[in-house]
């Protein structure tokens, strides 16, 4: 079984501060993908990385996949209150079927 | 371009009933996955369909089913429900294949009483 661990699972943090959240796996995935939840929502995709060591930035926001394609990292710089939410990484399986492995989800909450 | 559209967006329903849920994919997706959401599980995989046929599925009970029209839509069905059946259902549409991105719906949130 694919297990996708993230941590930390709860954060709060001031605005303009910086943060990182992890997403490692013992399994390797073709893709992996991060997600932001808002309360009773579905997720809404802001990445995809899918060739080892890819880096991709979305404003703010810093996604790396690592080398392995085991891991990957969301950093968010001088985060803001409008960052509040919930972040889930999902890593999708080789082969055609598409199944998503969701990791536990990390709770972030910018204080202004 | 219309989004992933699920209905409806709210359900009660007593121990024992069944329920049916509707998925609308986005336009040109053949992919539908269906997810259950709950505080102590997080996100956990029920099953996926592409062109009408069920291609994967995860570890719940039978009383999950689902089914894919020929027009892509998506419907789950959960029979004899539990309490522990309630949650949040997402349904999520992709073009084809692993490395292609989700898009969920906004998830029908079911409580049995």
């Known amino acids: 079984t694919q297990l996708l661990e993230q941590s930390p699972q709860f954060l709060s943090i001031q605005e303009g501060e910086n943060l990182t959240v992890y997403c490692n796996s013992s399994?390797?995935?073709?893709?992996l993908q991060w997600y932001r939840q808002e309360p009773g929502e579905g997720p809404v995709l802001l990445v995809t990385v899918v060739t080892g060591g890819e880096v991709k930035k979305l404003k703010r926001l810093t996604f790396q996949f690592g080398d392995a394609r085991k891991d990957s990292s969301l950093h968010i710089t001088a985060a803001q209150p409008g960052d509040t939410g919930l972040y889930l990484c999902?890593?999708?399986?080789?082969?055609?079927?598409?199944?998503?492995?969701f990791g536990q989800g990390t709770r972030l909450t910018i204080n202004p | 371009k219309a989004g992933v559209t699920q209905t409806p967006r709210y359900l009660i329903k007593t121990r024992g009933q069944q329920v049916t849920l509707s998925c609308s994919p986005i336009s040109g997706h053949r992919s539908v996955s269906w997810y259950q959401q709950t505080p102590g599980q997080g996100l956990q995989f029920l099953f996926e369909?592409?062109?009408?046929?069920?291609?994967n599925k995860g570890n719940f009970p039978g009383r999950f089913s689902g089914r894919q029209f020929s027009n892509s839509r998506s419907e789950m069905n959960v029979s004899t429900l539990e309490l522990g059946d309630s949650a949040l259902y997402l349904c999520?549409?992709?073009?084809?294949?692993?490395?292609?991105?989700?898009?969920f719906g906004q998830g029908t949130r079911l409580t049995v009483v």
């Open positions: 369909y592409f062109s009408e046929t069920q291609r």
């Open positions: 999520a549409s992709s073009r084809a294949g692993a490395r292609t991105e989700a898009f």
């Open positions: 399994s390797v995935f073709s893709s």
């Open positions: 999902a890593g999708a399986q080789a082969g055609g079927a598409q199944k998503l492995v």
